[in-house]
């Protein structure tokens, strides 16, 4: 059965730091990109960040600024996001994607993030 269980969201103050996690199961994790998306308040789902099968190449959304990293750790079919300087604009619910080359597709449940005061 493919899973992909993402955690780590929590309410959170401006300025503050969360790492958020994916969990992939079923299904050969090493052979397909991840990718990090949100969905924010009154607007359509968005790519945050985007990483590669070996986890060589990366890529961000302008919004990030600098202040998030990407990464994956395959021994143990893990995607990571860590996330500094957040801000309230920052607040949504954070989905991972898996992406095979033949255009095979997962989405996890996501995890709510919420940045306030």
């Known amino acids: 059965q493919v899973r992909l269980v993402e955690s780590g969201g929590d309410l959170v103050q401006p300025g503050g730091s969360l790492r958020l996690s994916c969990a992939a199961s079923g299904f050969p994790f090493d052979y397909y990109t991840m990718t990090w998306y949100r969905r924010t308040p009154g607007n359509e789902r968005e790519l945050v960040a985007g990483?590669?099968?070996?986890?060589?190449?990366?890529n961000y959304a302008d919004f990030v600024e600098g202040r998030f990293t990407i990464s994956r750790d395959n021994a143990k079919s893990m995607l990571y996001l860590q996330m500094n300087g957040l801000k309230p604009e920052d607040t949504g619910l954070y989905y991972c994607?898996?992406?095979?080359?033949?255009?095979?597709?997962?989405w996890g449940q996501g995890t709510q993030v919420t940045v306030s005061s």
């Open positions: 990483i590669s099968t070996l986890g060589g190449s990366t």
């Open positions: 994607r898996a992406d095979s080359e033949d255009a095979a597709e997962y």
